[in-house]
């Protein structure tokens, strides 16, 4: 079946640095990539959504020159959460739409912890 | 604001019986209708998926939905313990894009 891999499972920052989550489509080409945030406790709130080659679409709310979305190629997308601050803590996870029957795969998760 | 809307629990059943998990929507023009288990600290993992009005059934999971009334539900037979997790409802309407409307979700306690 369909498979993404997201890493870092789980990272830790000091308050202003930037980290990047990577999620790689393993055995599909993933031409959306959905990029959500789980507060505890809390639904998946979408945050953007990327189609490969294309400017990410932001909800509102989303701060697109903090949260960075890449999606370069059709088997990677990229989110930097730029100048991090304790409040970004949150799990971060990636869903990709393939063909059917596979629907949407989601992303192992990463926990991001800032400091 | 498009509303998947679900009861937080806890819901607490003990081992063996049918648990029953509601989700109403709010945007009518949904077509695609999910269900999400997913345990703490881990990714959402897909149970059901369903379409048409009626009912469909895989293994102990039966997904409901009616259109009508706006309402998707699942019924898990003979629970287990190992069922004990949060269960997302997650709706979407391919006019307003892919993106999935996930509810909050309810917490499944199945007792021993």
């Known amino acids: 079946g369909a498979v993404v891999s997201q890493h870092p499972s789980w990272v830790i920052c000091k308050s202003g640095t930037s980290v990047k989550i990577e999620c790689r489509s393993l055995d599909f080409q993933a031409t959306t990539m959905f990029w959500y945030r789980q507060f505890p406790k809390q639904s998946l709130m979408l945050m953007a959504t990327?189609?490969?080659?294309?400017?990410?679409?932001?909800e509102q709310g989303v701060e697109k020159d903090k949260f960075l979305i890449n999606h370069a190629s059709l088997t990677l997308s990229t989110l930097t959460v730029t100048s991090a601050h304790p409040e970004d803590s949150s799990f971060y996870i990636c869903?990709?739409?393939?063909?059917?029957?596979?629907?949407?795969?989601f992303g192992s998760g990463t926990r991001l912890t800032v400091v | 604001q498009k509303e998947v809307e679900q009861n937080s629990g806890p819901l607490s059943v003990p081992e063996g019986a049918i648990a029953s998990l509601n989700c109403t929507y709010s945007?009518?023009?949904?077509?695609?209708f999910f269900w999400y288990r997913q345990y703490s600290g881990k990714s959402p993992e897909l149970i059901m998926s369903?379409?048409?009005?009626g009912d469909k059934e895989d293994g102990r999971f039966t997904a409901q939905l009616n259109k009508a009334s706006q309402y998707v539900s699942l019924l898990i037979r003979d629970s287990q313990p190992s069922d004990s997790a949060t269960y997302l409802c997650?709706?979407?309407?391919?006019?307003?894009?892919?993106?999935?409307?996930f509810g909050k979700g309810t917490s499944l306690l199945v007792t021993p």
């Open positions: 990327s189609n490969e080659g294309s400017k990410a679409t932001y």
């Open positions: 869903s990709a739409r393939a063909s059917y029957p596979y629907g949407y795969t």
């Open positions: 369903i379409y048409s009005n």
């Open positions: 997650a709706v979407n309407n391919p006019n307003s894009g892919y993106a999935l409307n």
């Open positions: 945007d009518r023009g949904s077509q695609s």
